[in-house]
């Protein structure tokens, strides 16, 4: 069975750091792309980056752009999202999905059809 389990959510004040982690297990992270989304309250899901499989190319959405960095750790089969200067608008419930169907890594939640993560909250606040 296939399976991602996250962790690394909580309360931050805005110019915060966290870092996401999500453990595959069931398949080897390294034979898919993977991606991040988030969900705020009220508003649709939408693509933060992702990380495309073997040595392909990362991508990241603008509003998080030198800011957040996607990562793969090969031998604890886990992908981190790291998160600097945090602020109140990246309020969301984060999660991680993964796909063994394209060439590379997208942005768009479609593409990802095999696993998802339970979602883990990020609540960015003073």
């Known amino acids: 069975q296939l399976k991602f389990v996250e962790s690394g959510g909580g309360l931050v004040q805005p110019g915060g750091s966290l870092r996401l982690s999500c453990a595959g297990s069931g398949f080897s992270l390294n034979l898919f792309n993977v991606g991040w989304f988030r969900q705020a309250p009220g508003k649709e899901r939408e693509g933060v980056a992702c990380?495309?499989?073997?040595?392909?190319?990362?991508y990241s959405a603008e509003p998080v752009k030198g800011r957040f960095t996607i990562s793969r750790d090969n031998a604890k089969n886990t992908v981190h999202l790291q998160m600097n200067s945090l602020k109140p608008e990246d309020t969301a419930v984060y999660s991680c999905?993964?796909?063994?169907?394209?060439?590379?890594?997208?942005?768009?939640?479609?593409?990802?059809?095999?696993?998802w993560g339970q979602g883990t909250l990020v609540n960015v606040s003073s």
């Open positions: 999905a993964a796909d063994s169907l394209s060439s590379f890594c997208g942005l768009s939640s479609y593409r990802y059809t095999e696993v």
């Open positions: 990380l495309s499989r073997g040595t392909g190319p990362t």
